[in-house]
T-cell receptor, first 115, second 115 residues
Framework: DTGVSQDPRHKITKRGQNVTFRCDPI?????LYWYRQTLGQGPEFLTY????????KSRLLSDRFSAERPKGSFSTLEIQRTEQGDSAMYLC?????????????FGPGTRLTVT | AQSVTQLGSHVSVSEGALVLLRCNYS??????LFWYVQYPNQGLQLLLK??????LVKGINGFEAEFKKSETSFHLTKPSAHMSDAAEYFC?????????????FGKGTKLTVNP
């Protein structure tokens, strides 16, 4: 068990560019979550996958954001036409199927800076 | 809908002193509550969780929390602070909506430990 991994750890991009982040959950965890954390705030939910199905998208996830989880394994989060307000830490988490009591395991995050 | 409020965005204690971080929750159903810790530029690590059963929950690194339904509280304590406890701490409640689930976080409390 190597934990949840995210790539890249840091991304600096110019406003208007597209960026894509990757998350590899703990193997055999069928639930995957994306959160966004801005400075001085707690993580805010963005979206939830159960296997390959995206079951919920937060209203925070505008049309410029898209997330996928092909084949229920890794997930990608793409932001198109980035804006300075997109600067944040993007966190991925996973949890196993089964009891609702299971916690979510978080990755190290991808810190995005839009200049 | 479930939510949490963390009282005090910054807490400062001396090494060896008691640590008390406050969390109050709002939930119309029996809550599942979590405390996570975040070190600078890292993801979140679970300290402890309450789902059902014993209301005094022990976690890692000497932390514990007590679920008090009458006070709608889930405060985090540690008898003796260590320098390595300096970090940001987040209280969270699990929310279920329409087949989806997510964690709803408080805004966090930054703990400083003075030598």
């Amino acid at each position: 068990d190597t934990g949840v991994s995210q790539d890249p750890r840091h991304k600096i991009t110019k406003r208007g560019q597209n960026v894509t982040f990757r998350c590899d959950p703990i193997s055999e965890h069928n639930r995957l979550y994306w959160y966004r954390q801005t400075l001085g705030q707690g993580p805010e939910f963005l979206t939830y996958f159960q296997n390959e199905a995206q079951l919920e998208k937060s209203r925070l996830l505008s049309d410029r954001f898209s997330a996928e989880r092909p084949k229920g394994s890794f997930s990608t989060l793409e932001i198109q036409r980035t804006e300075q307000g997109d600067s944040a830490m993007y966190l991925c988490a996973s949890s196993p199927e089964g009891a609702a009591t299971y916690e979510q395991y978080f990755g190290p995050g991808t810190r995005l800076t839009v200049t | 809908a479930q939510s949490v409020t963390q009282l005090g965005s910054h807490v400062s204690v001396s090494e060896g002193a008691l640590v008390l971080l406050r969390c109050n929750y709002s939930s119309s159903v029996p809550p599942y509550l979590f405390w996570y810790v975040q070190y600078p530029n890292q993801g979140l690590q679970l300290l402890l969780k309450y789902t059902t059963g014993a209301t005094l929950v022990k976690g890692i690194n000497g932390f514990e929390a007590e679920f008090k339904k009458s006070e709608t509280s889930f405060h985090l304590t540690k008898p003796s602070a260590h320098m390595s406890d300096a970090a940001e701490y987040f209280c969270a409640v699990k929310r279920w909506e329409g087949g989806s689930e997510k964690l709803v976080f408080g805004k966090g409390t930054k703990l400083t430990v003075n030598p």
